[in-house]
């Protein structure tokens, strides 16, 4: 397969800033927010089917849940740098929808929305959010005593609430696509999406990649996108960070106390280097917490590895056999 373009110097790419929000379509709505409460979310607002969720960080939602008929993704929205980068993309994307305003959804703003050229999921391009004031929204985080360096004074103690595990915003989102070549020119010719990790066959094949955004000297997320070949089209996951490694445990045990199944974890993964957790939600869908993932810039040279059982995590629960299927 051919991992660049041989023109693609020569092409105009949409420059993308950072993953945003993402949509989901649940049959059963009540069961879908009790989830995402319990997940961490906190509802902001609800637009006739749709309820949105917010992190405590500075995006003015980071989910929205519809209701609908079947149970759904709807795609992941992306914030672009320039107004300019809007219109370039609705003009030059195939299938893309008129530059529109976002009338519905906290933050406002202006959007694109294309389908995927491959496997036809919905695909979000924003400009113009405003940003939250994250009023009402709490979040702390712990020092730590290690051997040789006590970052805690004497006499302050840990103490922890139980309860669900505070999401700060969405980290990255991953897709199962039928066509890796054909997928991975696409975005990476179209867009500023630059491989941090890619994984290879027995044959030699690329099959799975971990995207960052090539934002110059500014450390990003090691992925905010991946995908990896499979024989049907669908989602993978949508991952969240949250505040530390308590907190994420935490939320694993408030998660696992409701009833809730436990896809995978809590381990750490290697690409990348999250300590993670991943849940199913009623309509198992795949949804995870992370912290402590790695943060990559333009020096950063693309690391090529095999794939294998040993090549997801270096510690945790064994890779559950159906998790890349």
């Known amino acids: 397969m051919s991992m660049s373009s041989g023109n693609s110097a020569s092409i105009r790419k949409i420059n993308l800033v950072r993953i ?16 995402l409460g319990d997940f961490g979310l906190q509802e902001l607002s609800r637009v006739g089917k749709k309820t949105y969720y917010r992190g405590y960080g500075a995006e003015p939602f980071v989910y929205c849940a519809s209701e609908g008929s079947d149970d759904a993704f709807g795609g992941a929205a992306f914030v672009v740098e320039s107004k300019e980068d809007l ?27 294309f389908t995927d050229p491959v496997d036809g999921f919905p695909f979000h391009l924003v400009y113009g959010q405003k940003i939250s004031d994250l009023k009402g929204v709490e979040s702390s985080q712990q020092d730590f005593n290690y051997p040789t360096e006590k970052l805690r004074p004497a006499n302050q103690f840990q103490r922890f609430k139980k309860g669900p595990a505070p999401v700060h915003k969405l980290g990255h989102f991953g897709m199962c696509v039928t066509d890796f070549a054909k997928t991975y020119d696409f975005y990476t010719s179209q867009f500023n999406f630059v491989p941090s990790d890619v994984v290879y066959d027995e044959n030699g094949r690329a099959i799975t990649t971990f995207l960052h955004l090539d934002r110059g000297s500014e450390p990003v997320d090691h992925h905010c996108f991946f995908f990896f070949q499979g024989p049907k089209s669908r989602v993978h996951h949508s991952s969240f960070e949250t505040i530390d490694f308590d907190t994420q445990v935490l939320g694993h045990d408030w998660l696992r106390e409701k009833g809730y199944e436990n896809c995978w ?22 949804l995870e917490h992370y912290v402590d993932g790695d943060l990559v810039d333009s020096s950063h040279v693309t690391n090529r590895s095999k794939a294998s059982p040993d090549s997801l995590h270096i510690w945790g629960p064994d890779l559950p056999p159906t998790f890349l299927q």
Do not use: C
């Open 20 to 35: 945003a929000h993402v949509f989901y379509t649940h049959k059963s709505i009540d069961n879908a927010r009790q989830f």
């Open 87 to 113: 219109e370039f993309a609705s003009k030059t994307i195939p299938n893309a929808t008129d530059v529109h305003e976002m009338l519905e959804e906290p933050g406002s703003g202006f959007r694109v929305t």
């Open 265 to 286: 974890g809590v381990g750490r993964h290697i690409m990348g280097s999250q300590i993670f957790d991943y849940w199913f939600d009623p309509s198992r869908f795949i």
